[in-house]
Nanobody
Framework: QVQLVESGGGLVQPGGSLRLSCTVS????????WGWYRQAPGKQRELVAT???????NYPDSVKGRFTISRDNAKNTVDLQMSSLKPEDTAVYYC?????????WGQGTQVTVSS
């Protein structure tokens, strides 16, 4: 089993930056992919960024060039650096991991982009 705990959400002005962090514990050696997803009110959960065990990253066009996902193996964290934030980035952000047996989600952290 793998446990996930997110941190770093909050209120930020448009154009600002925010860094989310997800601390991972448990059977870390089983993880194939780490990722961040988000869900805005009334909308489906959507992909924000993923990074594979080999370090390959993937971003949708909506965040490409503004968001960066990274892993710190020493700290067992996966971070999401967000810049040039827009009001439409407002959502609950969830950390996710996938193994051969399935996946786990964190509890989510709120990000609000507003002036």
């Amino acid at each position: 089993q793998v446990q996930l705990v997110e941190s770093g959400g909050g209120l930020v002005q448009p154009g600002g930056s925010l860094r989310l962090s997800c601390t991972v514990s448990g059977s870390i050696f089983t993880i194939l992919t780490w990722g961040w997803y988000r869900q805005a009110p009334g909308k489906q959960r959507e992909l924000v960024a993923t990074i594979t065990r080999g370090g390959l990253t993937n971003y949708p066009d909506s965040v490409k060039g503004r968001f960066t996902i990274s892993r710190d193996n020493a700290k067992n964290t996966v971070d999401l650096q967000m810049s040039s934030l827009k009001p439409e980035d407002t959502a609950v952000y969830y950390c996710n991991i996938r193994t051969a047996a399935g996946g786990n989600w964190g509890q989510g952290t709120q990000v609000t982009v507003s002036s």
